[in-house]
């Protein structure tokens, strides 16, 4: 029997199944390790290495092999998977102390180690729970996170103690907070001192935060499980950072939390004392602070400010001049800084640091928005690009070894590349699930914003033979980028078109890639700036092909932000779009979070007509077109209080519209048969509208 594309999709993860990831390079460049599962349909990650040398790959861990039955997952584990989008099992993560004799992962719950010379595999006595294990860079001991205290155990076995142990009823110890997991980026909430003496620690203090309450309709036997929400305009959680010593003595580090109340990056090389980056409430204001491991005394070494907000980035670091380096806002663009003068051209979008040395920073960065490139930017000015072509690049470097992984146009898929002093030595295997098809993408820019968009037809679609049905398939907010030089990347679009639609997936003001000026033009206006950018896409496209698509024929469908701006387009302009599926959208930005809502909208407690303007309940009364609405009621980010208050203003106006309710399911859908079938009614809810 033949898979359907969307099972297919489902079963692989998006084709990711079989793809090295959480690849390390050892500091002395001679061994890389990663994380793979053993197929492309198996969601089992096992730990691999790869001896640069030989080019040998060796498994040091199948997790069915060590485990007696089942993974078990608690619920702060699960959590924290969810905040990252993580839908594999397995190990998911692994550690390695400085010397690259030991690792050590979280193995359904328990804390197990690697003896990376003998290769042996221990399950350590560790309480249970285990999160976030990190080995300190003497290999002696390791340090996680459970039961809301932070544990260490030495490498051994023995000695097993709480560090810092939960000192009240929503207290915990060594994790990261939710805002700072699900908007910032940041997974960690402790972090070793160089030497192992010592750590940094986030304590999260959530008595302030409301309580939500998340019930599974299907199960009416179950408590509803209670969650804390910083929902827009309430208080968030309180947090404090820690210098603990391993006798359990702790100092807490003196900012002033008052004004800066968001943890945003956190480092500690042996350069130098602990860095971390702070943000005011509003986000226009940060500082970049080191910390006296003795005192806990702080001192401000970069002030920042924007209008609009200051973006985080990778984490700012000393490096052994004792120089900071950053990555900031600098004339209109993301900027290598090197104690506060810009390193990095301006033609130049700085996406993350690779790694930092002292006469330069290697970086991933675009020059063209749809592509990214690995490039080394010297202090003394130079700039060499270390890839290059249609293609989104990433690296990973330990000495002379730098790993560069690639995802392009000219084929579905990626490759590693190991490469030695410079020069391609060798690769590390792919073993994802082959796409059933090469997409056809045609990339266009254009319109008054000269946008990025990019075109599908359905394969095989003779130009000008007819005009299709066109359906546009954005995300269309801040922080995803859709149209990019990965032909992986539109596989989906492309199934989606070879359904008989001409798919238009485009990004416009707001999103990444284009400069800080692009990004923050949709500061207190989704509702006009990312809708515009839409419509204007569109009319670009049927600029360009004329007698290939219909334009009274015209579909949205998107998830999360994505699914906000399909509402939004039948609701606010049905004269351009005539069927919308919006899958888990933002209806009432009061409702998502501090950290996100407030950055791009202000706190709706000082100026509501912004929240009001941004509302999709105000429009209800205006539907004429067919909405379907598709929400899972477990998600615990978009709450399926969205879906149901805008459901519930359509029916109080009396305006038709369907509601698709996913039992049991979260803002992820990785179930196949649900994300088959999803997908399947979809289209069919497309088709017969847009007939």
Request: hydrophobic share 40%; with cysteine.
């Amino acid at each position: 029997m033949t898979v359907s594309y969307p099972r297919l999709a489902a079963r692989t993860l998006r084709f990711s199944l079989g793809v090295p990831r959480n690849i390390t390079v050892s500091p002395d460049g001679s061994t890389v390790r990663f994380v793979r599962t053993p197929d492309g349909v198996t969601r089992t990650g096992q730990l691999w290495e790869h001896d640069v040398a030989t080019g040998v790959e060796t498994l040091l861990v199948d997790p069915m092999a060590v485990l007696d039955g089942d993974e078990q997952l608690s619920a702060e584990e699960r959590s924290r998977r969810e905040r990252s989008r993580e839908s594999a099992a397995g190990i998911v993560s692994y550690d390695v102390d400085s010397a690259g004799g030991w690792a050590c992962f979280a193995l359904s719950g328990r804390l197990w180690t690697v003896d990376l010379s003998s290769r042996s595999v221990t399950a350590l006595p560790s309480a249970e729970g285990v999160i976030d294990p990190r080995l300190d860079p003497t290999g002696q001991r390791i340090a996680y996170a459970a039961g809301g205290a932070l544990r260490i155990i030495d490498i051994d076995g023995n000695n097993d103690r709480a560090l810092v142990a939960s000192d009240g009823a929503n207290v915990t110890w060594g994790q990261a907070d939710f805002i700072a997991a699900e908007e910032m980026e940041r997974f960690r909430g402790f972090w070793w001192a160089p030497d192992g003496t010592s750590l940094v620690v986030q304590r999260t203090d959530e008595g302030p935060v409301q309580t939500w309450h998340i019930a599974d309709p299907e199960h009416p036997e179950r408590r509803p499980v209670a969650q804390r929400y910083p929902a827009a305009g309430t208080p968030n959680a309180d947090v404090s950072l820690w210098l603990v010593e391993l006798d359990g003595n702790r100092t807490q580090a003196q900012w002033d939390t008052s004004s800066f109340e968001y943890l945003g990056r956190v480092s500690w090389t042996e350069f130098g004392a602990p860095i971390i980056q702070v943000l005011s409430r509003d986000q226009r204001t940060s500082q970049i602070v080191s910390i006296d491991p003795a005192t806990g005394a702080t001192k401000v070494l970069r002030d920042l400010t924007d209008p609009a907000w200051v973006e985080l980035s990778s984490g700012p670091r000393l490096i052994g001049s004792g120089r900071l380096v950053s990555v900031e806002d600098h004339g209109g663009r993301r900027r290598v800084m090197l104690d506060g003068t810009a390193v990095s051209p301006d033609e130049w979008q700085v996406r993350s640091i690779v790694e930092a040395f002292d006469d330069c920073v290697v970086a991933t960065a675009s020059d063209e928005p749809s592509q990214v490139q690995v490039v080394r930017f010297g202090f003394d000015g130079s700039v060499t690009e270390l890839t290059s072509g249609a293609a989104l690049h990433g690296a990973v470097m330990g000495g002379p070894t730098t790993v560069i992984s690639r995802s392009g146009l000219d084929a579905v898929g990626t490759t590693i590349t190991v490469h030695h002093d410079g020069d391609e030595i060798g690769t590390v295997s792919v073993v994802a699930e082959p796409p059933p098809f090469e997409p056809e993408i045609t990339m266009l820019r254009g319109g008054e914003h000269d946008l990025s968009i990019a075109v599908l037809f359905p394969r095989g679609h003779r130009r000008e033979s007819c005009r299709l049905p066109i359906v546009m398939d954005p995300y269309g907010g801040p922080h995803a980028q859709r149209v990019l030089s990965s032909a992986r990347a539109f596989l989906e679009a492309q199934w989606l078109a070879d359904q008989g639609f001409c798919v238009i997936v485009a990004d416009g003001r707001g999103t990444p890639g284009r400069g800080s000026d692009w990004e923050k033009a949709v500061r207190n206006d989704f509702v006009g700036v990312t809708l515009d950018d839409q419509v204007e896409a569109l009319q670009v496209v049927a600029a360009r092909f004329p007698d290939d698509v219909d334009m009274d024929r015209v579909g949205i469908t998107g998830w999360s932000y994505g699914g906000y701006l399909s509402a939004l387009a039948v609701l606010r302009r049905p004269d351009v779009f005539h069927a919308a599926v919006a899958g888990a959208p933002v209806t009432e930005w009061r409702l998502y979070d501090t950290c996100y809502t407030e950055r791009y909208l202000g706190d709706p407690n000082t100026q509501p007509e912004v929240y009001d303007a941004n509302s999709l309940l105000p429009l209800a009364p205006l539907l004429e077109r067919p909405l379907m609405l598709i929400h899972g009621l477990a998600d615990d980010n978009v709450v399926a209080a969205h879906t149901l208050r805008l459901s519930s203003a359509l029916l109080a106006a009396g305006r038709p519209h369907t509601v698709l309710p996913l039992s049991g399911v979260t803002h992820m859908t990785p179930q196949e048969i649900v994300a088959e079938n999803l997908k399947l009614l979809q289209v069919d809810f497309l088709k017969r509208h847009l007939a």
